[in-house]
């Protein structure tokens, strides 16, 4: 998370302004509209007077020359302004950008910041998912459900920033000889899908034929977890848990078998319960030589 001070916030109108000075539809207009996309936009528009002091802010969208917002995230929202505006301009403070550029920071404005140093922005979308599904965030029971609901998904999504390298610690003192199978079996797995959000609960199997090298046993179970705390689909999860496994440990083979259940299908759409998502990644020896791949899927398939 990146607190950004009112000092920081400066430096960012003051270039916001100099891309609305270059945007070639402003050249000829004397008194420009700007609408505030509410309610990040709305402290940028009055900091923005300070630039141009016969800026307008305009109530209503159809009136202004181009739209301002403190931070372009996903992209959502600057979209569907454009689809339905296009020959306005949309500025932002801060853009996230998109694929290989993408800024995955959690930036907090200062109109963001709580009296206490809190993150009033994550609540507030909490706050206002209740308002949508019907509840009222004021009744007794739901007043602190959204600094809990943003508590649970930093932990729950707290994979995002760690690097495998960190937890796979090898050791060569004890891989004497050691050139069979080493597993970890029913590993617990707990992710939630990118789709819906919705739990992923299952288990995780890891397995490894040693080149020289052994890994902490823990860390094996520390390398699930980092990727299964990330929004994710059970496919990928699979590949990314072996993969790592491959590039940090250079085994003569790995093996990773998950079994879950995924909520979005249990709880929504065909709601079909007991029913399990296999999935596996063989690299090596696991995958290539069918005696090892049949051991490890043995060993995976029994309870």
């Known amino acids: 998370m990146k607190k950004l001070a009112h000092k920081d916030v400066v430096p960012l109108v003051a270039a916001m302004a100099r891309r609305i000075c270059d945007w070639q539809p402003l050249t000829p207009i004397l008194e420009p509209k700007c609408f505030p ?40 929202t600057r979209d569907r302004y454009m689809a339905r505006h296009p020959d306005k301009g949309f500025f932002a403070l801060l853009d996230k950008g998109t694929g290989l550029n993408k800024d995955m920071n959690w930036y907090m404005f200062p109109w963001e910041i709580r009296d ?33 609901v943003v508590k649970a998904w930093r932990y729950w999504c ?31 797995l707990y992710s939630h899908c990118e789709h819906h959000m919705a739990a992923i609960i ?5 397995a490894y034929i040693p080149r020289g090298k052994v890994v902490g046993l823990s860390k094996l179970d520390r390398l699930v977890d980092i990727f299964a705390r990330r929004l994710q689909v059970q496919e990928r999860l699979t590949n990314q848990i072996a993969d790592a496994l491959q590039e940090h440990l250079n085994p003569v083979g790995v093996g990773v078998w998950i079994n879950a259940r995924h909520l979005c299908v249990e709880s929504r759409g065909v709601q079909h319960r007991n029913s399990d998502t296999i999935t596996t990644a063989l690299r090596g020896a696991i995958r290539d030589e069918p005696a090892a791949r049949a051991e490890f899927l043995a060993l995976a398939r029994t309870r």
């Open 37 to 76: 996309v509410p309610r990040g936009g709305i402290p940028v528009a009055y900091m923005l007077l300070t630039h141009f002091p016969n800026l307008q802010i305009v109530d209503d969208r159809e009136l202004a020359d181009f739209f301002v917002d403190d931070l372009v995230d996903s992209g959502e």
């Open 116 to 148: 206490g140093g809190g993150d009033a922005s994550g609540t507030d979308n909490i706050t206002r998912l209740l308002q949508f599904i019907g509840e009222d965030p004021k009744r007794e029971g739901l007043k602190e459900t959204p600094d809990r």
């Open 158 to 188: 707290s994979g995002y920033g760690k690097d495998p390298a960190t937890v796979l610690k090898v050791f060569e003192d004890g891989a004497e000889g050691c050139d069979q199978m080493v597993v970890r079996k029913d590993i617990p």
């Open 202 to 206: 299952g288990s995780c199997t890891v």
